[in-house]
């Protein structure tokens, strides 16, 4: 049952962010290949990052993982500091995307390209 808790609450929270990015933001990925591309190496690098780096990811919903990492770029930023085709926008947009890609599922490596969300 705690399990469930943490995992709707990151996806909640992975739910609110996408709309932080908002409809501007999905809509310049999808109409850009070259944003799409970035997305699609910052999904990679997040991935390997919580792969590599975090004992026991395997075992963990992917949404929870990512909401954390997530949360962890935001400590210390407010709406004001990104943008979503900044740095910052685009590793979110990537969080978004490799959640909604493995929701409950632990991550894994298994995915070559990220899904175009809209």
Known sequence: MRATWREKNARQWISELSGRIG???????AM??????EVDQH???????????VEGAGTVGAVV??????????????DADWTPTSWLGVRLMAVCQLAHLHDVKP????VVALPRLA
């Open 32 to 37: 850009t290949p070259a944003l799409a591309a």
């Open 23 to 29: 409809l501007a933001g999905w809509t310049a990925l």
């Open 43 to 53: 999904g990679a690098a997040v991935r390997d990052i919580l792969l590599l780096g």
């Open 65 to 78: 993982l990512l909401a954390a990492y997530g949360r962890g770029l935001l400590d210390d930023v407010t």
């Open 107 to 110: 991550l894994n490596d298994d």
